[in-house]
């Protein structure tokens, strides 16, 4: 199942295998969502990262807004998004994407960012302004934030949980051997502060964060590393495939059957004791993020007063644990 080796010295390029299948973006939804998109001088993620989910999130009319222009002072080994110096911030995108959001009547949004390691703030107000334009502009609506690690900064992250998002999520990405090779300018302390200080701060925001296989972790490793983001107080977990951008990336060392996908769900759930996992080979962090806030969210029903059904069981709540240890 292996092409011959492209040079000398270089990790073999691995076939996709028949579960990996991913629909080529199109329709009237999905083409009228993006035109709003470039109307409104916005970005996503779904784009600029080259998601494998574009088609179906984009012909379903949802998409993740990526803020702070579409330039990252990062240079992560997996990441198809560009890096560079960014332009200076645009301090009229959050009403802009805020007004995208109403002329969609999403239900519920998904904002993530490039880094912004230039600022001293991360960009963190920016996160604020557009929860607080959301809640404003088109109430009703829910709001995952999906934030750098702001250097673990305290300060910084207390800016964002001040304006109250219904899910705070920062993805570890990879296990913690893997750290420097997949994202050199991260460090897995900064992870560990972003998500373990988030749930101190106000308990009743959910917190969640994604890991990528097929990077040459072990599948223990994998096991352990989620082990390590319950204990930080994490609630939602998501678990993908990492899928080669270009061939200037990182290559993929191995594919996830699907099985595999499920007993790590299991794992989680109910060995781990997450409040909702999803596992799968087209996985990525906003998967299914609306369900999860109809399921879970304390916030989201004291704004609003509503009582949201499980869109799906959630077999295992989160296990009571001593966050000061």
């Given at each position: 199942m292996?092409?011959?080796?492209?040079?000398?010295?270089?990790?073999?390029?691995?076939?996709?295998?028949?579960?990996?299948?991913v629909?080529?973006?199109?329709?009237?939804?999905?083409?009228?969502?993006?035109?709003?998109?470039?109307?409104?001088?916005?970005?996503?993620?779904?784009?600029?990262?080259?998601?494998?989910?574009?088609?179906?999130?984009?012909g379903?009319?949802?998409?993740?807004?990526?803020?702070?222009?579409?330039?990252?002072?990062?240079?992560?080994?997996?990441?198809?998004?560009?890096?560079?110096?960014?332009?200076?911030?645009?301090?009229?995108?959050?009403?802009?994407?805020?007004?995208?959001?109403?002329?969609?009547?999403?239900?519920?949004?998904?904002?993530?960012?490039?880094?912004?390691?230039?600022?001293?703030?991360?960009?963190?107000?920016?996160?604020?302004?557009?929860?607080?334009?959301?809640?404003?502009?088109?109430?009703?609506?829910?709001?995952?934030?999906?934030?750098?690690?702001?250097?673990?900064?305290?300060?910084?992250?207390?800016?964002?949980?001040?304006?109250?998002?219904?899910?705070?999520?920062?993805?570890?990405?990879?296990?913690?051997?893997?750290?420097?090779?997949?994202?050199?300018?991260?460090?897995?302390?900064?992870?560990?502060?972003?998500?373990?200080?988030?749930?101190?701060?106000?308990?009743?925001?959910?917190?969640?964060?994604?890991?990528?296989?097929?990077?040459?972790?072990?599948?223990?490793?994998?096991?352990?590393?989620?082990?390590?983001?319950?204990?930080?107080?994490?609630?939602?977990?998501?678990?993908g495939?990492?899928?080669?951008?270009?061939?200037?990336?990182?290559?993929?060392?191995?594919?996830?059957?699907?099985?595999?996908?499920?007993?790590?769900?299991?794992?989680?759930?109910?060995?781990?004791?997450?409040?909702?996992?999803?596992?799968?080979?087209?996985?990525?962090?906003?998967?299914?993020?609306?369900?999860?806030?109809?399921?879970?969210?304390?916030?989201?029903?004291k704004?609003?007063?509503?009582?949201?059904?499980?869109?799906?069981?959630?077999?295992?709540?989160?296990?009571?644990f001593?966050?000061?240890?």
């Amino acid at each position: 199942m292996r092409t011959p080796v492209i040079g000398a010295g270089e990790i073999p390029v691995l076939r996709k295998p028949g579960w990996i299948k991913v629909r080529a973006p199109g329709g009237a939804t999905y083409e009228r969502l993006f035109a709003l998109m470039r109307s409104k001088a916005l970005h996503t993620v779904c784009e600029e990262a080259r998601c494998p989910n574009i088609a179906e999130c984009g012909g379903g009319g949802t998409a993740t807004f990526l803020m702070m222009g579409d330039i990252c002072t990062r240079s992560c080994g997996f990441c198809g998004i560009k890096t560079g110096r960014p332009a200076p911030l645009d301090w009229e995108e959050p009403e802009r994407v805020a007004l995208a959001i109403k002329a969609m009547d999403l239900k519920h949004a998904v904002i993530t960012s490039v880094n912004r390691d230039e600022r001293e703030d991360g960009g963190a107000p920016i996160f604020a302004m557009v929860i607080r334009c959301i809640r404003e502009i088109h109430p009703g609506c829910s709001v995952e934030v999906l934030i750098p690690d702001f250097k673990g900064s305290l300060p910084v992250l207390q800016t964002v949980m001040a304006a109250l998002p219904e899910i705070l999520n920062h993805n570890v990405e990879t296990v913690p051997r893997l750290f420097r090779k997949v994202q050199p300018q991260d460090r897995y302390g900064w992870a560990r502060a972003t998500l373990s200080n988030a749930k101190q701060l106000d308990p009743e925001v959910l917190t969640k964060s994604g890991i990528m296989v097929g990077l040459g972790e072990a599948f223990d490793e994998v096991v352990e590393t989620m082990g390590e983001l319950r204990s930080w107080g994490v609630d939602i977990l998501t678990v993908g495939q990492y899928l080669r951008p270009s061939m200037r990336h990182l290559p993929v060392e191995r594919y996830y059957t699907p099985d595999e996908f499920k007993e790590l769900k299991r794992v989680g759930l109910e060995e781990i004791g997450f409040a909702w996992v999803e596992s799968g080979p087209l996985v990525r962090s906003s998967y299914r993020a609306e369900r999860q806030v109809q399921a879970l969210s304390v916030v989201h029903r004291k704004l609003y007063g509503e009582a949201h059904p499980a869109s799906e069981p959630v077999t295992h709540r989160p296990r009571r644990f001593d966050l000061e240890g």
